[in-house]
Structure formats: structure tokens, C-alpha cells
């Protein structure tokens, strides 16, 4: 990743899995900015930039396109091109992330549309802009979109319409040579993750039943994108690579797994 400059959006702290992304892209040579949500967010934020040698620490609020706008017109100002970028961000209410989907109110669903779904699409119109041929964005996914899980509830619809735009993005970008593709990332437990209804059961659920008996890192999480983020991933695009310990391909609970 040596030459490579990347915009990591989405860290809240030393659990979030764009940490986990930022440091397998450091490690590896990359030069990195990064966009945080809200003042509150930048104390947290700024430090862990700086462990990674980075300076470009810059306000976004995915909810409004004036500061969307005002981010890339920022990074244009400390960059000429980018290589790639990393959106790690969703948000639902979380009273609504418990109980049944059907009960979903439609303010709540157009807002975890809005922040889930469509500021990826707003993110990639404008890093398209700053990308040459060999460029790569990446967004975070999770199974719920496949299958309902328990309490994703709107969150899974928000997934399958994100997984669904990275293929309508893929081929509207690929033609310039840019790649877009997600992770399917296992329960992790970051501050979104808290905000899910029995989140601890989901994850023992992972980890008794899925093939590599355990649940995924943030650290597992930043190999894999560091291959969809890098040359290593070159004939990639459209794809929603899972990163679950294997558990998406487990038909029925394991003989072997303790009840919980
Ligand atoms: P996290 O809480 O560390 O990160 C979520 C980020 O979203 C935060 O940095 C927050 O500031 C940002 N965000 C929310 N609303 C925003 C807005 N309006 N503008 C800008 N930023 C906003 O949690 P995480 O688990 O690292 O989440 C990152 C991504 O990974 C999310 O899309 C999440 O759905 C996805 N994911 C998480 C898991 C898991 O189990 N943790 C599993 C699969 C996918």
C-alpha cells in the first residue's frame, strides 16, 4: 500500500472495526485521512489518526450532503488523488432494534435508509471524482441482510439495499476501473453493535455454531480489506465478501454446540 492514500470514515474508537481497517492499511504502508461524526467524536478521534502518522482529521455528517461536500472539497485540499475509501457507518434507532420489524415507524426507516445506505452512494459519487483507474471503495455489511437475525429488524433491510448498490456500483464504476465491494463482517462488539437487542447471545450463538468455532476480530476484518482495499484484490468488484468465521454457511446449529 506504499504510495497509496486512503479516507477512513467511520472511527469512534479503538473498538471500531474502521480501526481495525486503518491499522492493517498503516501497517502496510498506507498514508491515511480520516472523517469523524460531531465534536464529541474528534477527541477520540484525533489521537488514534495520530498513532496511525496521520494529520487529516476532518468533520462529516453523512446525514447532510453540504458536509459531505465540505469533506471532499477538505481532502482536495491536503490531497490531488485517492487510492481508496472505507465507509464503516450505519445507524437505526435503537429502540427500534429489538422486538419485531413489522413495528417499524417510517421516520425511522428512512433515517437508517438515509445514513446506512445512501451516504455510501453519496461517498462514492464524490471519491470517484479524486480515484484513477485502480481505485477501491469498501462499505461493512452484515448476514442479517441475507437472513432475518434476531433484532436487526430495519438494519437487515438497510444491509440488503447496501449490498444491493455496491453491485449497481461496481458496474457504473467499473468501467473507469474502480473497484466497490463490501464485507460481511460476524458480530464484533463496537458501540453500534450495543445498541442491538441480545447482541451478547449473537455472539455466543457465532461462536459455538460457526465452522471456525469462534468469533471474528477487528484484526481479521482489516486482512480482508486490505486484500479488497489493495492490488491484491484487483479482479474484485460487486462482491460482499464474508468475514463470519464461516458462519454464513452453516445450515443448523452444531451437534457439538452447548446450549445457551
Ligand atoms: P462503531 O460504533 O465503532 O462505528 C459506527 C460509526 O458510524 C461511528 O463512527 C459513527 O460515528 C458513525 N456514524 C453513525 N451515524 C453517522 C453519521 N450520520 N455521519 C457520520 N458517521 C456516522 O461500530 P462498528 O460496528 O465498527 O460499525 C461500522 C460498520 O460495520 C457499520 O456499518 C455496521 O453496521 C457494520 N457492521 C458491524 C458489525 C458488528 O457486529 N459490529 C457486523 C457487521 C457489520
Known sequence: MKGKRGLIMGLANDKSIAWGIARACAEAGAE???????????????????????????????????????????????????????????????????????????????????????????????????????????????????????HYNVMGVAKAALEASVRYLAEDLGKDGIRVNAISAGPIKTLAASGIGDFRYIMKWNEYNSPLRRNVTIEDVGKSALYLLSDLGSGVTGETHHVDAGYHVVGMKAVDAPDI
Not at 475509501?85 to 429502540?95: E, R, Y
Not at 432494534?97 to 415507524?105: F, M, S
Open 32 to 150: 491515511l485521512a480520516f472523517s469523524y461524526q460531531g465534536d464529541a467524536l474528534k477527541k477520540r478521534v484525533e489521537p488514534l489518526a495520530k498513532q496511525l502518522g496521520s494529520d487529516i482529521v476532518l468533520p462529516c455528517d453523512v446525514s447532510d450532503m453540504d458536509s459531505v461536500d465540505a469533506l471532499f472539497d477538505s481532502l482536495k485540499e491536503h490531497w490531488d488523488g485517492l487510492d481508496f475509501v472505507v465507509h464503516a457507518i450505519g445507524f437505526s434507532d435503537k429502540g427500534e432494534l429489538r422486538g419485531r420489524y413489522v413495528d417499524t415507524t417510517r421516520d425511522n426507516f428512512t433515517m437508517t435508509m438515509d445514513i446506512s445506505v445512501y451516504s455510501f452512494t453519496a461517498v462514492v459519487q464524490r471519491a470517484e471524482k479524486m480515484m484513477k483507474p485502480g481505485g477501491s471503495c469498501l462499505t461493512m455489511t452484515y448476514y442479517g441482510a441475507e437472513r432475518v437475525m434476531p
